[in-house]
């Protein structure tokens, strides 16, 4: 046990060293978001995450724009639990039989104006699930989408870029 202690204090660590991140473009992003929803519907932007059936890889790069490094709330982008409350309905992986009828109402519960963002390989078309016997496919073939951010899975930088790309989009 003594030189297990040991060789851990003095080898260096198995996993890799963490990225540099480029934090200015970070935020200039980040707040060109924020300045962008307020300008579209004069406030931060609200966004309700679906699941409708991911490996849950899109969703870890997701909750990465919360954690103490992004921090995002700090530039007006919200994730909100209700539909009602929401601008956007982010929606992840291909579209399971199960969650078919969830989305769908999901998508009918959100107040006009409302933007969909496919987010992900599956969310475009089925992705690697394409072929399931247990999914309807992507994302527009249950919902109307507005943008794809492609990637599998997106980074979270993607992830604001395509929110971006939407408000400028559409304004
Ligand atoms: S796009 Fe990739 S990470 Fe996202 S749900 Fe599909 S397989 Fe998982």
């Not at 996993?15 to 970070?26: G, N, Y």
């Not at 007006?76 to 199960?98: C, K, Y």
């Not at 109307?144 to 400028?168: E, Q, R, S, Y």
Request: charged fraction near 20%; include cysteine; charge should be neutral.
């Amino acid at each position: 046990m003594q030189k297990l202690l040991l060789e851990s204090l003095i080898k260096a660590p198995f996993t890799e060293p963490a990225p540099q991140a480029d934090t200015v473009a970070l935020a200039e992003l980040a707040t060109r978001v924020d300045r962008a929803a307020r300008a579209r519907l004069g406030r931060s932007l609200s966004i309700r995450q679906v699941d409708a059936g991911s490996c849950n890889g899109c969703e870890l790069e997701i909750h990465a724009l919360g954690n103490a490094f992004y921090d995002l709330e700090r530039f007006g982008l919200r994730f909100v639990a209700s539909p009602r409350h929401a601008d956007v309905l982010l929606v992840t992986g291909p579209v399971t039989r199960n969650m078919r009828e969830a989305l769908q109402r999901t998508y009918d519960a959100t107040p006009g104006p409302k933007w969909v963002v496919a987010a992900g390989a599956c969310a475009r078309d089925g992705g690697l699930f394409a072929d399931s016997y247990a999914c309807v496919g992507g994302v527009g073939a249950v919902i109307p989408v507005d943008i794809h951010i492609p990637g599998c899975p997106p980074t979270p930088t993607a992830l604001l870029g395509g929110l971006l790309a939407l408000l400028t989009k559409s304004a």
